[in-house]
Nanobody, 127 residues
Framework: QVQLVESGGGLVQAGDSLTLSCAAS????????LGWFRQAPGKEREFVAS????????YYGDAVMHRFTVSRDNAKYMMYLHMNNLRAEDTATYYC????????????????????WGQGTQVTVSS
């Protein structure tokens, strides 16, 4: 059974940094692309970043490019989102996600690419 558990959210001030973690289980982690999405109240879910299964490829949403970095530790079944220079508009619930198909990276910026989602972790940035 696929499980994704996010952690690391919290309340921070604008300009601060924060790292989110996604702990995965129930699948062969090292062969799957993973993604980060976020959703603010009253807004649609937004793509944040994706990481190819070997960690060599990554996509970033325009809103977070050059501020956020995705990484993963395949040996530990962990994915991370390192967030720098946080802004009030980064306030949202952050979710990690995994697809059903292994070794696919194309279109990993689309939420339809993913089949499994975590429960989310809240990030609140005060201005």
């Amino acid at each position: 059974q696929v499980q994704l558990v996010e952690s690391g959210g919290g309340l921070v001030q604008a300009g601060d940094s924060l790292t989110l973690s996604c702990a995965a289980s129930g699948f062969d982690f090292s062969t799957y692309t993973l993604g980060w999405f976020r959703q603010a109240p009253g807004k649609e879910r937004e793509f944040v970043a994706s990481s190819g299964w070997d960690g060599d490829n990554a996509y970033y949403g325009d809103a977070v490019m050059h501020r956020f970095t995705v990484s993963r530790d395949n040996a530990k079944y962990m994915m991370y989102l390192h967030m720098n220079n946080l802004r009030a508009e980064d306030t949202a619930t952050y979710y990690c996600a995994a697809p059903r198909l292994a070794r696919v990276f194309t279109r990993s910026c689309r939420d339809a690419f993913y089949d499994y989602w975590g429960q989310g972790t809240q990030v609140t940035v005060s201005s």
